[in-house]
């Protein structure tokens, strides 16, 4: 986090100095606009997940997307980063807690169109099981899980959730 200066967002960018304290006068403005960056990165990059509405694909999109975050642990690892740093900064909490409305709000119409029983708490075990592997991926002592360990894991997690009437992988 004390690296994500206004200074060094103008270097990494080839901008001249001072031009992003024109977009974002105050330390506070530039962790904002840091996280609803990723947060657009982020959506876009798990978008593939809730195109469908096909129980056959779906294990294989999420795990499409969650890969991609894996592999670009970076822009992850940023995301921890301003994910701890909102814990003491409303500001940022306001903006994390949105940034995860969207991930999870397509997850609870796509599992309740797929017959989910409970689509809430079972998009809430999917969110957590996604950002957990992630954390564990790039953070923790783990693999990093190849894109087919991923999918095999969220096969058996949404076999779980929606009971017998899922197809065989």
Do not use: K, W
């Not at 096909?54 to 795990?63: E, F, S, V």
């Not at 969650?66 to 921890?80: C, E, F, G, K, N």
């Not at 599992?111 to 592997?133: I, K, T």
């Not at 058996?156 to 065989?168: K, T």
């Amino acid at each position: 986090m004390r690296g994500l200066t206004h200074r060094a967002v103008d270097e990494a960018a080839g901008l001249p100095p001072g031009s992003t304290s024109n977009l974002a006068r105050t330390r506070a403005a530039l962790l904002e606009l840091t996280l609803s960056r990723l947060s657009e990165l982020e959506t876009a990059a798990l978008a593939v997940a809730y195109e469908t509405q096909d129980l056959a694909t779906l294990p294989a999109r999420i795990a499409e997307a969650v890969h991609i975050q894996v592999r670009d642990s970076r822009r992850t690892l940023a995301r921890y980063e301003l994910a701890l740093e909102a814990t003491r900064r409303p500001e940022l909490r306001e903006i994390y807690d949105r940034a995860g409305r969207r991930f999870r709000d397509p997850a609870v119409a796509v599992l309740a169109a797929l017959g989910s029983r409970d689509p809430v708490r079972h998009a809430r075990q999917l969110v957590v099981y996604a950002e957990g592997l992630m954390f564990d991926a790039v953070c923790g002592a783990g693999a990093v899980p190849t894109l087919e360990e991923i999918r095999a894991a969220l096969d058996d997690l949404l076999a779980g959730m929606l009971g017998p009437q899922r197809p065989p992988a």
